[in-house]
């Protein structure tokens, strides 16, 4: 049974870092897109990163316009540990923030963008921006 548990997430000030992980079970990680979504309270789930092995040694990363350049995704094979490496964080940056994986989804297309295309979710962790 797949499964995706979120953890790192908690409150920091503006321009702070935190690094989220996802530990993956149950199921193939280099077959699956996988994205990390956030959603703010009252606003649509929106992907800011996604991760694909392409092949041994070889991945590819896409990120939001509204995150590239602060946020890092990266995967820690052995441990089946997706991560999220996110500094210089903004009040806009607050959310929920999930894991997920698409197996047959696309990276390079976009359509990680869209949650409904996603198979697999964990439950999520906050992460809050004080100024």
């Known amino acids: 049974q797949a499964q995706l548990v979120e953890s790192g997430g908690g409150s920091v000030q503006v321009g702070g870092s935190l690094r989220l992980s996802c530990a993956a079970s149950?199921?193939?990680?280099?077959?699956?897109?996988l994205v990390w979504f956030r959603q703010a309270e009252g606003k649509e789930r929106e992907g800011v990163a996604s991760f694909h092995v392409v092949a041994v040694g070889s991945h590819s990363q896409y990120y939001s316009d509204s995150v590239k350049g602060r946020f890092n995704i990266s995967i820690d094979n052995a441990r089946k540990t997706l991560y999220l490496e996110m500094n210089n964080l903004k009040p806009e940056d607050a959310a929920m923030y999930y894991c997920s994986a698409g197996p047959g989804v696309d990276c390079a297309s976009g359509t990680w963008r869209n949650a409904a295309r996603m198979a697999y979710w964990g439950k999520g962790t906050l992460v809050t921006v004080s100024s």
């Open positions: 149950g199921f193939i990680v280099s077959d699956n897109c």
